[in-house]
């Protein structure tokens, strides 16, 4: 069973109810844990809707937060051992999620603790949960698995140093672990793509591909059809074929988030270097391209029925066309624009979003209305 997890966002059917044109401002609220300095922060948990509230992480806390939709307000939090720097899995009642302090937590949403493990290295992203395992990956190039149901250790593997690497210094991140057909896929700071069995860890195969000075993949790799796509920070982007290995395609533009596939076969990549590009995966040929005018990574790109959010780290927030790369807005808001490192959350008619700067932001998007006879149409609905 194939399941799909946060920041790959692969095959997803549009958010409904957004419409395309320029959001209206609604709140900003502090993230609660602290101030941050946007300049040597970032803010990269997406926020996660549940029921009528959002699960946000924060880089100056030491918990999951729940706070309302409706005003940004603490409803309760779900304490951990450092900042949660990555957003939050829900299966049914249960919130899975890891800290930089190195622990895994389960939490029922109610707030009692189900479960946790120390990995003893910080955890960066979100963990992927299967039927049976809770599978985390740390900045200590680890793969860790544990049982779902009581949180024991099921296995470990370690990534051994490449001899290659050791005058150089790898990025503080690493990616989520992604289920596949025959096991568990995992980028690591070699620049290697790695495929386990999840139930014992056994190394099935491997594959170098990130390359430069910055080999190390970081955003996770994406699944469609029988192809798998993966990113180094720098370069390339790769497609690859699960059976033989065989890389089918190249583009030289890396990744610090997950691509975007659609269910058509166009793969959204959102650049490093800026830009965010349509590739069409069958051949690689890229279909558009469209540059952020920010050399800031960018998001994952979210698809709604109005476009394609996407953030960049040293920018705004964006809705692009997914047909022609056109971009329809960009938000402004000079005194908060501190960059924008996570994907943003769609409910309904309203997007929410963090900053690098510690803010989380709630905007509503105008809805058209037919004309009602007598010459007024459009409005802005709160």
């Known amino acids: 069973m194939l399941t799909r997890t946060l920041l790959l966002l692969a095959t997803l059917a549009p958010a409904p109810a957004l419409a395309g044109g320029m959001p209206v401002f609604l709140w900003a609220r502090q993230l609660p844990g602290g101030q941050v300095n946007a300049a040597s922060h970032a803010e990269t948990a997406a926020p996660i809707p549940l029921d009528r509230d959002l699960l946000v992480g924060s880089a100056a806390g030491a918990a999951l937060y729940r706070v309302s939709q409706a005003g940004g307000d603490l409803v309760s939090s779900y304490p951990a051992s450092g900042a949660v720097s990555a957003a939050p899995v829900v299966r049914g009642s249960l919130i899975y999620f890891g800290d930089a302090g190195g622990a895994v937590w389960c939490y029922e949403e109610g707030g009692a603790l189900q479960w946790s493990y120390q990995t003893e290295a ?26 779902r149901a009581d949180g024991s250790l099921s296995w470990r593997y370690q990534r051994k140093t490449e001899l290659g690497r050791t005058a150089e210094l790898a990025l503080f991140a690493a990616p989520p672990a992604v289920e596949s057909p025959e096991g568990v896929v995992v980028g690591f700071s070699d620049g290697s793509m790695v495929s386990l069995d999840e139930d014992t860890g056994e190394r099935q195969w491997e594959l170098l591909v990130g390359e430069g000075r910055y080999p190390d993949l970081v955003a996770p790799v994406s699944l469609f059809g029988s192809d798998v796509y993966a990113s180094g920070y720098l370069e390339p982007l790769i497609a690859v074929d699960r059976a033989t290995r065989a890389q089918r395609w190249r583009i030289d533009a890396g990744a610090a988030n997950g691509a975007l596939v659609s269910e058509d076969g166009v793969l959204y990549h959102p650049g490093t270097d800026g830009e965010l590009r349509a590739v069409i995966t069958l051949t690689g040929a890229i279909q558009w391209a469209w540059d952020s005018q920010t050399r800031g990574a ?35 808001e000079p005194m908060l624009l501190d960059g924008v490192s996570a994907a943003p959350a769609v409910v309904g008619d309203k ?6 700067g510690g803010s989380l932001i709630a905007m509503v998007t105008p809805q058209d209305r037919p004309d009602d006879g007598r010459g007024r149409g459009a409005s802005h609905r709160r």
């Not at 927030?317 to 402004?332: K, S, V």
């Not at 997007?351 to 690098?356: A, E, H, P, Y």
């Open 298 to 332: 960018l998001t994952t790109p979210v698809l709604t029925e109005a476009g394609l959010l996407v953030g960049s780290s040293e920018g705004s927030l964006y809705l692009i066309d997914p047909a022609t790369g056109e971009e329809r807005w960009r938000f402004h």
């Open 351 to 356: 997007i929410f979003f963090v900053t690098d």
């Open 122 to 147: 910080g955890i960066l992203a979100p963990p992927l949960v299967t039927a049976d395992h809770v599978v985390v990956t740390n900045v200590a190039d680890e793969v860790i698995t544990l049982n």
